[in-house]
């Protein structure tokens, strides 16, 4: 097992090396920087001016001297510094990565909390009313865009509640009460989605696993049908819904942009979408490296999990 | 007399009510004073040393009880600052950023006057050199004094040929900054330059930094300045935080404790914030003004906006070199459908100039009636004597500055298909719009764009139009040349006002761009916010500082 951990961790390093040369690449494919971002469509200025503000923002040696800038950089830990804020890009991650972590976490947790139960239920009374109740609100949940969820709850909570929460981003440890009310909107728009998927797989696992004969002999030999369904189903019919877990944690911590952006949460994901629109080359190589690590990471504890969940699996 | 008597006695004519505001500039500008100088005096009278400009200007919106200080406002930006550096930025967000904080020798208050600011009074003994007296006893956020090193050290910086200061064109014919002493300083200029007490006023590239700053601080991110607010954080995309400046030289002025700017970029959101109440300040479009007609306990505000829509030519290329086959675009070219589809009918027509631009723009019953009649049958037939074909092919570049350019696009393309005119919307992302429009690229036959804030006339039509401006591709005119040459130079305000006249004639017989129209400035205010005004630039420093809050009202 731990050999296996080490060849994961070993692997990380071509993994991120690949990144970092892909997306240093594309950034710079694209057309215009952040010279020309800073002087805009109205003016222009002589070459001798652009030349002093390349030198400014250090975008005056040649590409592959400031990759290698770069990546030895990040080998140290530091991963540049902002073109157009001149902040160090680990402090704005710093800055970012609460919101969204936290967004991800509660929307995930929030997800599971109302799915696992539902999804359970739903195989258990299979082709009930009941199932197809949770199936129809699956369906619903998966169909809404997120974006128009979010939009919709603004409208509700502002035109018939007169309600809105602080508009200023606070951390749980400063105020956790207007905190909860600030995440409230965004976890319930990404949340829906998030948890049909996790329904519904849920819900086609158990109905695979509670086909199977150690479920027949489990209620042969009298057990509880609670703890034939705890015990014995649901382990068992986790491990896809892990695989699925892990990806969704993954893509919320990059993929929540449009929520942050609705409710004005400045995370991680809108920082990157930012940088590409200010082309702030560091933002933007930065951030994505980051969230590359966090996704490789999420998904060899996903691996892991496996294990954990079937003793059958084993790696070596 | 001499010159400071004549001028001292003009102002006191003016106050005493002997003579018309009229008769004033009459006499400023027999007197050679600049346009923006005599609006100056005629604005604060002889005591503008001393008072505070703008604290009376405001009865209309002022309780009878007065003003009450104090409090905490959430306002809400429509975009964010990007970065708050005043030197390097040119975007008009990171002017809105540290407007509250920073200050000029000049300002504008909410009508467009210039009227003093860190400078509280100036001479100009002829027409090259400017003499500002500074205000003593100012302090920087950081408890420093504010003296003319501070004003030489910035400017050293602005006027550099091969330095970052982005706006160094508005500075252009400064010669030398030179200190008279702690609390003087001497402007030289290479020509006679009215613009330039309204450049130091429009804070672009002109916001005076505490000498060192630029080698010493994060421009980007933190502010030592002189103005009203302190900045207390600046968290990028998320919020500008803001804290009154107690040792502010205009007391009582500002009133708020503490104001933040939350970045609410989706209006939807700025809209639920003025339902709420959770923000007290907000911009809106027209329709999220009409989505919030009926709320009560809200005031919906209104006015020009410096934000003018046109098409940018490329005369370069053909057939758009081609004078006729501008003026058929011109003629073809329907504003009113323009107003009505892509902005509910809430702007106006324009040309050259800004409409609501001080008094230098020509009315928009002028223009309906002379230049933007549509005739097809005379387009169609201008095309036809050009020899432009039938299904005449046009690339037209457009980016989302804002909401509203997808539609203009959309409007427009039909309009050009009525006189055989092809349009080929090339929709890019902002970046590629910059890099495609950049000087000597110039990929495009058309673009969709928006001038906004100048300082003076001469912003809207020197460059992009005149030969020599290094961002117009391929528009020549010698007459306007020659006209726009000797305009910027000319102080009697007069015979300014002539020229630019002419200017924009010969542009709107002579198309370089399709001027269509200025949108509004619509802001939601909640009604307990007393004292704010709004601003034809949007600038929000003048509205935000005499601004206070009536809660019990």
Same mark, same amino acid.
């Given at each position: 097992?731990?050999?296996?951990?080490?060849?994961?961790?070993?692997? =990380? *390093?071509?993994?991120?090396l #690949? $990144?970092?040369?892909? %997306?240093?690449?594309?950034?710079?494919?694209?057309?215009?920087?952040? &010279?020309?971002?800073?002087i805009g469509?109205?003016?222009?200025?002589?070459?001798?001016?652009?030349?002093?503000?390349?030198?400014?923002?250090?975008?005056?040696?040649?590409?592959?001297?400031?990759?290698?800038?770069?990546?030895?950089?990040?080998?140290?830990?530091?991963?540049?510094?902002?073109?157009?804020?001149?902040?160090?890009?680990?402090?704005?991650?710093?800055?970012?990565?609460?919101i969204t972590a936290?967004?991800?976490?509660?929307?995930?947790l929030?997800?599971? =909390? *109302?799915?696992?139960?539902? #999804? $359970?239920?739903?195989? %258990?009374?299979?082709?009930?009313?009941?199932?197809?109740?949770?199936? &129809?609100?699956?369906l619903?949940?998966?169909?809404?865009?997120?974006?128009?969820?979010?939009?919709?709850?603004?409208?509700?909570?502002s035109?018939?509640?007169r309600w809105?929460?602080a508009?200023?981003?606070?951390?749980?440890?400063?105020?956790?009460?207007?905190?909860?009310?600030?995440?409230?909107?965004?976890?319930?728009s990404?949340?829906?989605?998030?948890?049909?998927?996790?329904?519904?797989?849920?819900?086609?696992s158990?109905?695979?696993v509670?086909?199977?004969d150690?479920?027949?002999?489990?209620?042969?030999?009298?057990?509880?049908?609670?703890?034939?369904?705890?015990?014995?189903?649901?382990k068992?019919?986790?491990i896809?819904?892990?695989?699925?877990?892990?990806?969704?944690?993954?893509?919320?911590?990059?993929?929540?942009?449009?929520?942050?952006?609705?409710?004005?949460?400045?995370?991680?994901?809108?920082m990157?979408?930012n940088?590409?629109?200010?082309?702030?080359?560091?933002?933007?190589?930065?951030?994505?490296?980051f969230l590359?690590?966090?996704?490789?990471l999420?998904?060899?504890?996903?691996?892991?999990?496996?294990?954990?969940?079937?003793?059958?699996?084993?790696?070596? | 007399?001499?010159?400071?008597?004549s001028?001292g006695?003009?102002?006191?004519?003016?106050?005493?009510g002997?003579?018309?505001?009229?008769?004033?500039?009459k006499?400023?500008?027999?007197?050679?004073?600049?346009?923006t100088?005599?609006?100056?005096?005629?604005?604060?009278?002889?005591?503008?040393?001393t008072?505070?400009?703008?604290?009376?200007?405001?009865?209309?919106?002022?309780?009878?009880?007065?003003?009450?200080p104090?409090?905490?406002?959430?306002?809400?930006?429509?975009?964010?600052?990007?970065?708050?550096?005043?030197?390097?930025?040119?975007?008009?967000s990171?002017t809105?950023?540290?407007?509250?904080?920073?200050?000029?020798?000049?300002?504008?208050?909410?009508?467009l006057?210039?009227?003093?600011?860190?400078?509280?009074s100036?001479?100009?003994?002829?027409?090259?050199?400017?003499?500002?007296?500074?205000?003593?006893?100012?302090?920087?956020?950081?408890?420093?004094?504010?003296?003319a090193d501070?004003?030489?050290?910035?400017?050293?910086?602005?006027?550099?040929?091969?330095?970052?200061?982005?706006?160094?064109?508005?500075?252009?014919?400064?010669?030398?900054?030179?200190?008279?002493?702690?609390?003087?300083?001497?402007f030289?200029?290479?020509?006679?330059?009215?613009?330039?007490?309204?450049?130091?006023?429009?804070?672009?590239?002109?916001?005076?930094?505490?000498?060192?700053?630029m080698?010493?601080?994060?421009?980007?991110?933190?502010i030592n300045?002189?103005?009203?607010?302190?900045?207390?954080e600046?968290?990028?995309?998320?919020?500008?935080?803001?804290?009154?400046?107690?040792?502010?030289?205009?007391?009582p002025?500002?009133?708020?404790?503490?104001?933040?700017?939350?970045?609410?970029?989706?209006?939807?959101?700025?809209?639920?914030?003025?339902?709420?109440k959770?923000?007290?300040y907000?911009?809106?479009?027209?329709?999220?003004?009409?989505?919030?007609?009926?709320?009560?306990g809200?005031?919906?505000?209104?006015?020009?906006r410096?934000?003018?829509?046109?098409?940018?030519?490329?005369?370069?290329?053909?057939?758009?070199?081609?004078?006729?086959?501008?003026?058929?675009?011109?003629?073809?070219?329907?504003?009113?459908?323009?107003?009505?589809?892509?902005?509910?009918?809430?702007a106006?027509m324009?040309g050259?100039?800004?409409?609501?631009?001080?008094?230098?723009?020509?009315?928009?019953?002028?223009?309906k009636?002379?230049?933007?009649?549509?005739?097809?049958?005379?387009?169609?037939?201008?095309?036809?004597?050009?020899g432009?074909?039938?299904?005449?092919e046009?690339?037209?570049?457009?980016?989302?500055?804002?909401?509203?350019?997808?539609?203009?696009?959309v409007?427009?393309?039909?309009?050009?298909?009525?006189?055989?005119?092809?349009?080929?919307?090339?929709?890019?992302?902002?970046?590629?719009?910059?890099?495609?429009?950049?000087?000597d690229?110039?990929?495009?036959?058309?673009?969709g764009?928006?001038?906004?804030?100048?300082?003076?006339?001469?912003?809207?039509v020197?460059?992009?139009?005149?030969?020599?401006?290094?961002?117009?591709?391929?528009y020549?005119?010698?007459?306007l040349?020659?006209?726009?040459?000797?305009?910027?130079?000319?102080?009697d305000?007069?015979?300014?006002?002539?020229?630019?006249?002419?200017?924009?004639?010969?542009?709107?017989?002579d198309?370089?761009?399709?001027?269509l129209?200025?949108?509004?400035?619509?802001e939601?205010?909640?009604?307990?916010?007393?004292g704010?005004?709004?601003?034809?630039?949007?600038?929000?420093?003048?509205?935000?500082k005499?601004?206070?809050?009536?809660?019990?009202?």
């Amino acid at each position: 097992m731990s050999q296996y951990i080490l060849r994961r961790v070993v692997l =990380l *390093v071509p993994t991120l090396l #690949g $990144i970092s040369i892909l %997306v240093f690449a594309l950034m710079r494919f694209l057309p215009g920087d952040v &010279v020309q971002m800073m002087i805009g469509t109205e003016i222009t200025l002589s070459p001798e001016q652009k030349a002093t503000l390349y030198k400014l923002v250090g975008l005056d040696a040649p590409i592959h001297i400031q990759f290698l800038r770069w990546l030895g950089d990040v080998l140290r830990g530091d991963l540049g510094v902002s073109l157009r804020t001149a902040q160090p890009v680990t402090t704005i991650l710093m800055q970012r990565l609460p919101i969204t972590a936290e967004i991800a976490i509660l929307s995930t947790l929030f997800s599971w =909390l *109302v799915a696992i139960p539902l #999804g $359970i239920f739903s195989a %258990v009374n299979r082709n009930g009313k009941a199932d197809l109740l949770v199936h &129809v609100i699956g369906l619903v949940g998966l169909a809404l865009p997120n974006f128009w969820l979010a939009t919709m709850l603004l409208l509700i909570t502002s035109v018939i509640f007169r309600w809105q929460p602080a508009p200023t981003f606070v951390t749980p440890l400063e105020d956790l009460g207007t905190n909860l009310q600030q995440m409230l909107m965004p976890v319930l728009s990404l949340s829906a989605a998030l948890m049909a998927v996790v329904m519904r797989m849920i819900r086609s696992s158990m109905l695979e696993v509670l086909g199977q004969d150690f479920i027949r002999t489990a209620r042969a030999k009298g057990l509880r049908e609670r703890m034939v369904m705890a015990k014995h189903a649901l382990k068992n019919a986790a491990i896809p819904v892990i695989t699925v877990m892990g990806v969704q944690i993954g893509f919320l911590l990059g993929g929540s942009v449009v929520i942050e952006q609705v409710y004005g949460l400045p995370g991680v994901g809108w920082m990157i979408l930012n940088g590409i629109y200010q082309r702030d080359y560091p933002v933007v190589q930065g951030g994505v490296l980051f969230l590359a690590f966090v996704f490789v990471l999420i998904n060899l504890v996903a691996d892991l999990l496996y294990a954990y969940v079937d003793p059958r699996i084993r790696y070596r | 007399m001499s010159q400071h008597d004549s001028q001292g006695k003009l102002y006191s004519d003016l106050n005493s009510g002997r003579i018309s505001r009229r008769d004033f500039f009459k006499g400023a500008a027999a007197l050679g004073l600049s346009i923006t100088a005599a609006q100056l005096l005629a604005a604060c009278g002889p005591s503008a040393a001393t008072s505070v400009p703008g604290a009376q200007q405001q009865p209309a919106t002022t309780a009878p009880s007065g003003p009450k200080p104090g409090g905490v406002s959430t306002w809400a930006a429509e975009t964010d600052p990007v970065a708050l550096n005043p030197i390097t930025n040119s975007n008009f967000s990171s002017t809105q950023g540290f407007e509250h904080c920073y200050e000029s020798l000049t300002a504008f208050d909410s009508k467009l006057n210039v009227v003093p600011a860190l400078a509280e009074s100036w001479t100009t003994p002829d027409d090259k050199t400017y003499i500002f007296k500074l205000r003593q006893g100012v302090k920087f956020h950081d408890g420093s004094e504010f003296t003319a090193d501070d004003v030489k050290y910035t400017f050293d910086i602005v006027l550099d040929p091969k330095g970052p200061a982005i706006w160094r064109g508005n500075f252009d014919q400064v010669d030398k900054v030179e200190v008279v002493d702690k609390n003087t300083v001497k402007f030289t200029t290479k020509a006679p330059f009215p613009p330039l007490l309204g450049a130091f006023a429009i804070l672009r590239s002109s916001a005076i930094l505490k000498k060192g700053a630029m080698e010493n601080t994060k421009l980007e991110t933190t502010i030592n300045g002189t103005g009203p607010y302190k900045l207390v954080e600046y968290v990028p995309k998320s919020h500008v935080k803001l804290a009154r400046n107690a040792d502010y030289w205009g007391k009582p002025l500002p009133y708020l404790n503490e104001v933040t700017f939350k970045v609410m970029e989706e209006e939807e959101q700025r809209i639920a914030g003025l339902r709420s109440k959770t923000i007290d300040y907000a911009f809106l479009t027209a329709d999220g003004a009409a989505r919030l007609k009926d709320e009560k306990g809200l005031a919906i505000n209104r006015g020009p906006r410096a934000y003018l829509y046109s098409f940018v030519i490329n005369c370069l290329r053909k057939p758009w070199s081609d004078k006729r086959v501008r003026q058929a675009v011109s003629l073809a070219t329907d504003r009113q459908e323009f107003i009505d589809k892509v902005f509910s009918g809430q702007a106006t027509m324009a040309g050259p100039i800004a409409t609501g631009f001080g008094d230098w723009f020509i009315p928009e019953a002028d223009l309906k009636a002379k230049w933007y009649k549509t005739d097809l049958d005379k387009a169609k037939s201008l095309l036809k004597d050009a020899g432009v074909p039938q299904g005449q092919e046009m690339d037209l570049m457009m980016t989302a500055f804002n909401q509203n350019f997808a539609g203009l696009a959309v409007v427009f393309k039909d309009q050009m298909a009525k006189i055989g005119i092809n349009v080929k919307i090339r929709t890019v992302e902002q970046g590629v719009f910059i890099k495609e429009g950049a000087q000597d690229v110039w990929n495009y036959d058309m673009n969709g764009n928006a001038f906004t804030a100048r300082h003076d006339p001469d912003g809207y039509v020197y460059n992009g139009i005149h030969s020599k401006s290094p961002t117009n591709p391929g528009y020549k005119n010698p007459t306007l040349d020659d006209l726009l040459d000797k305009a910027r130079t000319t102080i009697d305000s007069g015979q300014r006002h002539t020229m630019y006249r002419q200017i924009q004639e010969i542009l709107l017989d002579d198309p370089k761009n399709i001027w269509l129209c200025n949108d509004q400035v619509i802001e939601g205010t909640q009604t307990y916010l007393k004292g704010y005004s709004q601003s034809f630039y949007t600038y929000r420093s003048w509205g935000l500082k005499n601004a206070w809050l009536d809660k019990t009202s």
